[in-house]
T-cell receptor, first 111, second 113 residues
Framework: SQELEQSPQSLIVQEGKNLTINCTSS?????LYWYKQKYGEGLIFLMM?????EEKSHEKITAKLDEKKQQSSLHITASQPSHAGIYLC???????????FGTGTSLTVIP | KAGVTQTPRYLIKTRGQQVTLSCSPI?????VSWYQQTPGQGLQFLFE???????NKGNFPGRFSGRQFSNSRSEMNVSTLELGDSALYLC????????????FGAGSRLTVL
């Protein structure tokens, strides 16, 4: 969805390295959701950010929401092969209760 | 409890045919949403059903339709298939209408030849 742009589009990192994925909205964000998808499978909900400045962590994944910049970042510390997959941000950006997903970031972690 | 179940997982059709995909949500979930995922367009919203009523519809032609049954199971149908309909079709369920925390099925991969 062009309403939510993610960068980078793809990422290849060595195991143990840190990385950051960004999600930028063209419209006001009222909440931001991160999902992960293993190739060719369904999405798994990771975390939800609802307030500006909110930061949440789950294991080695941390997500932050900057409402002023209409942006969220997902940071993975000490990446592992199990982190590989496609990361998608999602948001309801106020257009008739329709949930939009970002363009996706494909992450490969090399052992 | 069982997750979201989609059938069939894989199918191949030819242009002009129609296809019906099925989705059984998590027990107790009354909302079912459908998404189309392609390499070029990414993940796009098709429609959402809640309590047998279509709540919302994405920007897809009328060839794409869906319905929900009283047991919350949902089907989507694509008629007059085109090559561009080849995609992974994902179903997601939630307990509330318009919820954004969704539980997804593994998807149905449709190939149109």
């Amino acid at each position: 969805s062009q309403e939510l742009e993610q960068s980078p589009q793809s990422l290849i990192v060595q195991e143990g390295k840190n990385l950051t994925i960004n999600c930028t909205s063209s419209k006001t964000l009222y909440g931001l959701y991160w999902y992960k998808q293993k190739y060719g499978e369904g999405l798994i909900f990771l975390m939800m950010l609802q307030k500006g400045g909110e930061e949440k962590s789950h294991e080695k994944i941390t997500a932050k929401l900057d409402e002023k910049k209409q942006q969220s970042s997902l940071h993975i510390t000490a990446s592992q092969p199990s982190h590989a997959g496609i990361y998608l941000c999602g948001a309801d950006i106020g257009r008739g209760n329709q949930f939009y997903f970002g363009t996706g970031t494909s992450l490969t972690v090399i052992p | 409890k069982a997750g979201v179940t989609q059938t069939p997982r894989y199918l191949i059709k030819t242009r002009g045919q129609q296809v019906t995909l099925s989705c059984s949500p998590i027990s107790g979930h009354r909302s079912v949403s459908w998404y189309q995922q392609t390499p070029g367009q990414g993940l796009q919203f098709l429609f959402e059903y809640f309590s047998e009523t279509q709540r919302n519809k994405g920007n897809f032609p009328g060839r794409f339709s869906g319905r929900q049954f009283s047991n919350s199971r949902s089907e989507m149908n694509v008629s007059t298939l085109e090559l561009g309909d080849s995609a992974l079709y994902l179903c997601a369920s939630s307990s509330q209408a318009g919820a954004n925390v969704l539980t997804f099925g593994a998807g149905s991969r449709l190939t149109v030849l």
